[in-house]
């Protein structure tokens, strides 16, 4: 009996041991599986996270390059538009996928995709929108449905909501994880002696267990490291504010624009200390906003950098809170307005002067689509046909004034130019309009010119041949008359055709090359960080805009010289001869020039049409002469015919061959190249026209290399005048 006792002890201890030991491993296995599936969970849920952000990126990229593209409406911008599109769509498909068994996640994540899809198509109907009726449609649909917004304000709900959901569902795991792992060591520290073996298991497991988070722990760095490497070089400026409104965050991007380090703005400096006086309440009130818990869209501010230099800015931005709903800090985005600014002011005037180009015309025009809708027309075709561009713009040519221009062969003879690559020469109708009575009209259309012939446009001019008709059913001998005012409208149709080539080329190239040039400077901001290309882009741009400035003007002047009323007044060429040197001393500093200017008399003339005849003359002569190292111009006069006088302005410039002297004086007519020295082939044509508009006329005399003079006859001054 005594041996069996402690036999009976043993066995109950290895016994109570045993289940000692099977305890401490099931315990032991049971912590293992629940760290392992916690540790899976937190992977999971991050990995989910890591998607949800990737489709925010998309996100951004799609509502940024519809963004671009309703407001500069360059094509080139869709098919990167689409290409984000799926890319979101796929990564959103991605995240449903990998949400299996959250009811909550795959509730969020389904309303998210239905969200996108309804912002997708709303995004497609303002692209759409923006193709049919241009950026005023779309501005006003987005000013009147909200649709847009709510969209992307339920997104950032539905994001949010799910992003939160995410952090949830990590932190109760890891709390499982420490709870398990507490509890575990506590019974080994108690039963280590009987289960060394099974903790160096469990040591073991841990061990495996803590790496493969290592592993999860790195991946989530990486790209934290991706994340903030895309904020840094992003091609706008981040940054975010606190409640102070003092900078807590800021990418490198905006900092190399502003000149500052990050040392220097970090918790140091606010962005009132950035902004000039007058965008300084405009940017509290926008704190303001943001702080109440609303965004802020395209608020336009005036930045000052380090060096003391302006440059306008467009703000958006967005307020972050804590769990309890407190204002944290701000998210703001900042881009450069500089660039878009100054194509902004060229595109408006370049647009200005083309309507006072074709407003100048003296005959009626209109530009018909391919359907025969007029798209434009200008001043003299509402003069004279009494219309008002309301009851004309976008209306067939057949509908308008009553249907009095329903012709038929006129209207197929139209509708033939564009497929069939014809004109419309000389076509002669007859109509009694309402309030004008009988008219006799000639018409003339064809296609407008473009590089590429892509046009589908053409252009119909109208003469009014009434009187002529008139006059040529009455006396013979109004034949001398009807003749100089033939003479007359050939011109104005040279004009005219002059007028539309301009128009469809040389005006519109440099148009083009705005658009496209400054859509590829945008995306190369900021400018201090352009390469070559972006260089030679910006270049373009520049040399376009004022090649198109320079030749308009040019036109226009050319327009109003041939109808303009001369103004007969004693015009003192001394003052002139000063005012147009005063106006060129930029062009001659630091030159060689010497100038002589003998006292000239005071003549009967228009004093501003004169002024234009020196500058085009003074300004040539500076031109010419600039590779002369001792330049010399000489401006006196010569006696001339009874009543005349013959002014000459001389240099010893490039000069040129008289063998063309012909064309000297023709529009679009120059004896040097471009590459040699600029010109529209313009400014002496004017000169021609407003000479013999007083009754005087124009020659030049010259040698290649050894300079030109131009002389020039004008009417001497009475004391009576």
Request: contains cysteine.
């Amino acid at each position: 009996m005594g041996s069996i006792q402690p036999l009976r002890y043993s066995q109950t201890g290895i016994l109570l041991a045993a289940i000692v030991l099977l305890g401490i491993f099931a315990l032991a296995f049971q912590t293992v599986r629940s760290f392992r599936t916690a540790s899976n969970a937190v992977l999971r849920h991050q990995e989910l996270r890591v998607l949800f952000s990737e489709t925010s990126v998309h996100l951004k990229d799609v509502t940024n390059n519809t963004r671009a593209y309703l407001t500069n409406g360059d094509e080139r911008l869709l098919p990167v538009q689409r290409q984000n599109a799926e890319d979101l769509k796929r990564s959103i498909a991605e995240v449903q996928r990998n949400v299996t068994d959250d009811p909550v996640l795959i509730r969020g994540v389904e309303r998210y995709s239905e969200v996108v899809r309804e912002l997708l198509a709303a995004l497609d109907s303002y692209i759409a929108l923006r193709r049919e009726k241009g950026l005023p449609a779309v501005t006003a649909r987005l000013a009147g449905d909200g649709e847009a917004k709510r969209l992307g304000d339920e997104l950032r709900v539905v994001g949010n909501d799910l992003q939160n959901h995410l952090a949830e569902q990590i932190k109760s795991p890891l709390k499982t994880v420490h709870q398990d792992t507490t509890l575990t060591l506590t019974v080994l520290g108690s039963g280590i002696a009987l289960a060394i073996v099974l903790v160096a298991t469990v040591v073991f497991v841990l061990r495996r267990d803590y790496r493969m988070r290592e592993e999860a722990a790195a991946v989530l760095r990486q790209h934290a490291d991706e994340i903030k490497d895309l904020y840094n070089r992003a091609p706008c400026g981040y940054h975010s504010l606190d409640a102070g409104g003092r900078f807590v965050a800021i990418n490198d991007t905006e900092l190399t624009w502003l000149g500052y380090t990050r040392e220097e703005m970090i918790g140091k400096m606010a962005m009132t200390d950035l902004l000039t006086p007058a965008a300084q309440e405009n940017f509290r009130a926008g704190l303001a906003q943001l702080k109440a818990g609303q965004e802020v869209r395209d608020l336009e501010v005036e930045l000052r950098r380090k060096d003391g230099s302006v440059f306008p800015a467009s703000l958006n931005g967005s307020a972050i809170h804590d769990a309890q709903g407190r204002f944290v800090a701000t998210r703001t985005t900042l881009f450069d307005l500089t660039e878009r600014k100054r194509i902004e002011r060229i595109t408006e005037q370049a647009r200005v002067f083309a309507e006072n180009i074709f407003d100048t015309i003296r005959e009626p025009i209109v530009i018909l689509s391919h359907d025969l809708r007029i798209t434009t027309a200008n001043r003299m075709f509402y003069e004279m046909f009494r219309l008002e561009p309301a009851e004309v713009i976008g209306q067939p040519l057949a509908e308008i004034g009553g249907k009095i221009w329903a012709i038929p062969e006129l209207l197929s003879a139209l509708a033939n130019i564009l497929p069939e690559h014809t004109e419309l020469k000389a076509f002669e109708i007859t109509r009694e309009f309402p309030g004008l009575g009988s008219k006799v009209l000639l018409l003339n259309a064809r296609k407008l010119y473009r590089v590429g012939n892509g046009t589908t446009m053409m252009l119909l001019a109208i003469e009014d041949i009434t009187d002529r008709k008139l006059a040529e059913s009455r006396l013979q001998e109004a034949n001398v008359s009807l003749r100089a005012r033939t003479v007359e409208l050939e011109g104005a149709n040279r004009e005219l055709e002059a007028f539309s080539y301009s128009v469809s080329h040389d005006l519109r190239a440099p148009l083009r090359h705005i658009d496209y040039f400054s859509t590829t400077l945008q995306k190369q901001i900021p400018p201090e960080h352009l390469d070559a290309k972006a260089q030679r882009s910006l270049s373009t741009i520049t040399t376009s805009a004022r090649s198109m400035g320079q030749l308009i003007d040019d036109l226009l002047s050319f327009a109003r010289i041939g109808r303009a009323e001369i103004r007969h007044s004693q015009v003192s060429l001394d003052e002139l001869v000063a005012e147009t040197r005063q106006s060129l001393q930029t062009e001659v500093n630091g030159r060689a020039l010497s100038w002589s200017v003998a006292p000239l008399p005071a003549v009967a003339g228009d004093p501003a049409l004169l002024r234009q005849v020196f500058a085009n003359l003074l300004s040539n002569a500076v031109k010419y002469t600039r590779r002369c190292p001792e330049a010399r111009i000489e401006i006196g006069t010569q006696p001339g015919a009874e009543g005349d006088v013959v002014v000459y302005v001389r240099d010893n410039g490039a000069g040129f061959d008289m063998k063309y002297a012909d064309k000297l004086f023709g529009v679009f007519q120059r004896l040097h190249s471009a590459k040699e020295f600029e010109g529209t082939g313009v400014g002496l044509a004017n000169v021609r026209r407003i000479i013999e508009r007083h009754g005087g006329r124009i020659w030049a005399e010259a040698a290649v290399n050894r300079g030109a003079t131009f002389f020039f006859t004008l009417p001497v001054a009475r004391t009576a005048v």
